[in-house]
């Protein structure tokens, strides 16, 4: 079964505003990573945080790491249209060398 | 640098057919990985390679799915025979190492219908 569950499931916002979005997970981590989907496309790495990290920033993008309750978010701030795209978290759990990725959220920024 | 080659970016086969994926990794990363995306889902793990050796391949319909990675570098994945629930599309990464910096680097995939 998938590591890591997002929330919303699809997200669909004005440019400008912000967006935010959820992830839960299972079981003890040693990182938790963030990745953009286009549509048709590979993944794109956007962010990492490890487990004793609890706040990292990458230009709009700011990532939260909560341990206790298993859960992450990530904060797109003055979205634009092309932010639109599937975001997924992933997590290297603790003991595993591979990650574990989520289901997704759907991210559609309206010009 | 160049990023994670992966060849045919399309493929459209009959179910009980054969088919063949390629990918060419970044030069230098050690570690390559086969995903399976199913539309609407996230990846998931099929086989993971350290060098030319397989680290995890838990998730690998071995009865169908085999993959290798000769001399450390390119690796193919193939289906054999294949099955309608195979299309999806099939994404290869490739890492420095494992999972504790800096992410994967991932391919475009290769989209996969069987009929």
């Known amino acids: 079964s998938q590591q890591g569950e997002e929330d919303p499931q699809a997200l669909s916002i004005q440019e400008g505003e912000n967006a935010t979005m959820n992830c839960s997970y299972k079981?003890?981590?040693?990182?938790l990573q963030w990745y953009r989907q286009n549509s048709g496309r590979g993944l794109v790495h956007l962010i990492l945080?490890?487990?004793?990290?609890r706040e990292k920033h990458s230009g709009r993008l700011r990532v939260t790491l909560d341990t206790s309750k298993k859960s992450s978010s990530l904060l797109i701030t003055a979205s634009r249209a092309a932010d639109t795209a599937s975001y997924f978290c992933?997590?290297?759990?603790?003991?595993?060398?591979?990650?574990?990725f989520g289901t997704g959220t759907r991210l559609t920024v309206i010009p | 640098e160049a990023g994670v080659a992966q060849s045919p970016r399309y493929k459209i086969i009959e179910k009980r057919q054969s088919v063949a994926f390629w990918c060419n990794p970044i030069?230098?990363?050690?570690?390559l990985y086969w995903y399976q995306q199913i539309l609407g889902q996230g990846p998931k793990l099929l086989i993971q390679?350290?060098?030319?050796?397989?680290?995890?391949d838990s998730q690998l319909p071995k009865d169908r799915f085999s993959a290798e990675r000769l001399k450390g570098v390119d690796s193919t994945l193939k289906i054999q025979p294949a099955k309608l629930e195979d299309s999806a599309v099939y994404l290869c990464?490739?890492?420095?190492?494992?999972?504790?910096?800096?992410?994967?680097?991932f391919g475009s995939g290769t989209r996969l219908t069987v009929v």
């Open positions: 990464a490739s890492s420095l190492v494992g999972t504790g910096t800096g992410g994967y680097t």
């Open positions: 079981t003890s981590i040693n990182n």
């Open positions: 945080i490890r487990s004793n990290e």
């Open positions: 992933a997590t290297a759990k603790t003991g595993a060398n591979n990650l574990f």
């Open positions: 030069s230098g990363h050690a570690t």
């Open positions: 390679f350290q060098n030319n050796g397989v680290v995890d």
